[in-house]
C-alpha cells in the first residue's frame, strides 16, 4: 500500500508545482504580459477560480464513478493543457492553457485526497495526510524557483513543456501502482441532506481551521516580503524568510501526523494549537525589523503545518467513506477561498491604516477561531423509570 502512496504524493506536488511555479512567473515569461496588468491578474485568477468552482463537482463526481478514473483523467488533462502552449507557442492562448490547468487540477486534487483516507487504515490517516501535505508544501516552496529557472532556460514554452511531462509521468504511474478503488454502494443524499452534513460542525470546524491557515499562509507569503523590504532587509533574505515559512509548514505536517496517530495530539487540541501557533506568527510580524519578519515566517508555518494533516485527517473520520470525495473537494473550496480572503483582507485594512493592522486583524481573528471548536457535550438520555 505504501508504493500506492507515491504517486498520490506526486499528484500534489504538481497540482502545487502547476499553481506556484506559473504564477510567480508570468510577468518574466513574456514582454506583453508584464505591460498588461489586466491580462496578467486574469490568467493569475483563472486557474483558482476553475478550482473554486470545480472541485466540489469533481469530488462528487469521484464518489459516483471512483476516485482513481478521476485522478487519472484530471492528471491527463493537466498534460493535455500544458502540452497545449507547447504547441501553439503564443501568448494569446495562454488563458486557455492555464484555465484547462485548473480545472484538471480540480480534478485530481481532490481525488488524490479521497485516494489517501481511502487507502489508509483510520488509525494511520494523521501520518497518510501528514506526508501527502508535505509533498505538496514542496511544491508550492519550490515552484516559484524551478519556474523561474526553467523560463531562464526556455521561456514559458519549456516550463508548460515540463509540466505537461510531469503530469503525463505522474499518470501512467498512478495507472500502474494506485488500485482500483470502486466507488462504495450509498443511500440517494437529499439537497437538504447535504446542507444539513456540511453544515454540521463535524465538518464545518475543520474546514474554518483549514481556511484560516490558508489565509495566514497566503498573507505570510504575499505580505512578509514587504515588510523585510520596509525593514531595510535585502530581497534575498526576504526571499529566505518565506522559505523559512514553507519549510516550517512542510516539514511540521508529517510530525504533527505522526503524533496524531500516535495518540500524543488529539485533533480538537491540536487545531487549537496550530491556530493560537498561527496567531502568534501573524502577531510576531508586526514586530519591527528582521526578527519580525523570520520570527512571524516560522511560526506561521509551524502553526499552519499542525493544523493541515488534522484538518484533513478530521474530516475523513468524520464523513462516511462512500462521501469521503465530495467532503475533499467542499474542503478545498474553503481553503481556496481563505488562500483568496486572507490576502485580501491584510490588503484592505493596510490601505486604510498600516500593515501592522492587517497582521493584527487577522491574528486576532485567527487566535478567536479556537472558541468555535469547542463541542458540545452531548446530553445524557433521560432514564425512564
Not at 24 to 46: I, K, M, R, V
Not at 90 to 111: C, H, K, M, T
Not at 144 to 151: V, Y
Not at 276 to 289: D, K, R, S
Amino acid at each position: 500500500m505504501r508504493t500506492a502512496m507515491w504517486p498520490l504524493y506526486a499528484a500534489g506536488f504538481t497540482t502545487a508545482f502547476g499553481a506556484h511555479g506559473i504564477a510567480a512567473n508570468l510577468g518574466q515569461g513574456e514582454e506583453d504580459l508584464a505591460t498588461s496588468l489586466l491580462y496578467l491578474g486574469l490568467l493569475l485568477a483563472l486557474y483558482d477560480g476553475a478550482e473554486v468552482v470545480l472541485k466540489p463537482v469533481f469530488g462528487t463526481l469521484a464518489d459516483r464513478v471512483g476516485a482513481r478514473p478521476v485522478l487519472l483523467g484530471g492528471l491527463v488533462a493537466f498534460a493535455a493543457a500544458s502540452a497545449l502552449f507547447v504547441v501553439v507557442r503564443d501568448p494569446d492562448w495562454l488563458w486557455a492553457a492555464r484555465l484547462g490547468q485548473g480545472a484538471a487540477a480540480s480534478a485530481f486534487s481532490p481525488a488524490a485526497s479521497a485516494l489517501v483516507a481511502r487507502l489508509n487504515p483510520a488509525a494511520k490517516h494523521g501520518r497518510a495526510f501528514g506526508s501527502y501535505g508535505f509533498h505538496k508544501s514542496i511544491g508550492y516552496t519550490a515552484g516559484p524557483l524551478l519556474g523561474g529557472a526553467l523560463i531562464w532556460l526556455g521561456g514559458l514554452t519549456l516550463l508548460f513543456a515540463v509540466l505537461a511531462a510531469l503530469a503525463a509521468t505522474v499518470a501512467v504511474w498512478a495507472a500502474l501502482a494506485v488500485p482500483a478503488v470502486p466507488p462504495l454502494p450509498k443511500e440517494r443524499q437529499t439537497v437538504l441532506g447535504l446542507v444539513r452534513r456540511l453544515t454540521d460542525g463535524a465538518f464545518l470546524r475543520p474546514v474554518a481551521a483549514l481556511a484560516a491557515a490558508t489565509a495566514a499562509l497566503s498573507a505570510g507569503v504575499g505580505f512578509l516580503p514587504l515588510s523585510g523590504a520596509a525593514a531595510g532587509l535585502t530581497p534575498l533574505a526576504t526571499g529566505a524568510a518565506v522559505s523559512v515559512l514553507a519549510a516550517c509548514a512542510a516539514f511540521t505536517q508529517p510530525w504533527a501526523g505522526r503524533r496524531l496517530d500516535g495518540g500524543r495530539l488529539t485533533t480538537r487540541s491540536g487545531l487549537i494549537a496550530g491556530l493560537l501557533v498561527t496567531a502568534a506568527g501573524l502577531g510576531a510580524a508586526t514586530l519591527p525589523g528582521a526578527v519580525g519578519v523570520l520570527a512571524g515566517a516560522a511560526l506561521i508555518g509551524a502553526g499552519t503545518g499542525v493544523i493541515t494533516p488534522l484538518g484533513f485527517a478530521a474530516l475523513a473520520a468524520a464523513t462516511p467513506r462512500e462521501r469521503l470525495g465530495q467532503t475533499m473537494g467542499t474542503a478545498e473550496l474553503g481553503r481556496e477561498l481563505g488562500d483568496a480572503g486572507g490576502p485580501l483582507l491584510v490588503a484592505a485594512i493596510a490601505a486604510t491604516a498600516t500593515l501592522t493592522w492587517g497582521y493584527a486583524t487577522l491574528a486576532l481573528l485567527t487566535a478567536l477561531l479556537p472558541l468555535t471548536l469547542r463541542t458540545r457535550p452531548t446530553p445524557a438520555p433521560t432514564q425512564v423509570a
